[in-house]
């Protein structure tokens, strides 16, 4: 049977890790691209895009499709980038808990 006071210290601190890991999420930065770098969002790794340059060159009012296509694309790059990143801080966290269970996993009643 698992003590319950040192999971309960592990839960703590786990707890605490994880709202480390939210807030230097919220603070990171990441970039996206497209076009080569024609366009490019910045955006926190928690996903609050900060800023979008667009390269003069690619502005075509009669190809306003084009742009569009590169907007979307500097922004799903940067959503990759930013779950890459969160994947790399919150991953060590999703091992849960030691349950006192066998290596395979908790086992909870048994």
Same mark, same amino acid.
Do not use: W
């Given at each position: !049977?698992?003590? !319950?006071?040192?999971?309960?210290?592990?839960?703590?601190?786990?707890?605490?890790?994880?709202?480390?890991?939210?807030?230097?999420?919220?603070?990171?930065?990441?970039? *996206?691209?497209?076009?080569?770098?024609?366009?490019?969002?910045?955006?926190?790794?928690?996903?609050?895009?900060?800023?979008?340059?667009?390269? +003069?060159?690619?502005?075509? +009012?009669?190809?306003?499709?084009?742009?569009?296509?590169?907007?979307?694309?500097?922004?799903?790059?940067? &959503?990759?980038?930013? &779950?890459?990143?969160?994947?790399?801080? !919150?991953?060590?966290?999703?091992?849960?808990?030691?349950? *006192?269970?066998? +290596? *395979?996993?908790?086992?909870?009643?048994?």
């Amino acid at each position: !049977m698992p003590d !319950m006071g040192a999971l309960l210290q592990q839960a703590q601190a786990m707890q605490e890790q994880l709202m480390n890991a939210q807030a230097e999420l919220a603070e990171t930065e990441v970039t *996206g691209q497209a076009g080569n770098g024609l366009v490019t969002v910045t955006q926190t790794a928690a996903g609050e895009v900060r800023g979008i340059s667009i390269d +003069p060159k690619v502005v075509d +009012p009669s190809d306003v499709e084009t742009l569009q296509d590169l907007i979307l694309g500097a922004l799903s790059s940067a &959503a990759d980038n930013a &779950a890459q990143l969160q994947a790399e801080k !919150m991953g060590p966290l999703a091992g849960g808990l030691d349950m *006192g269970g066998a +290596p *395979g996993g908790p086992q909870l009643g048994a």
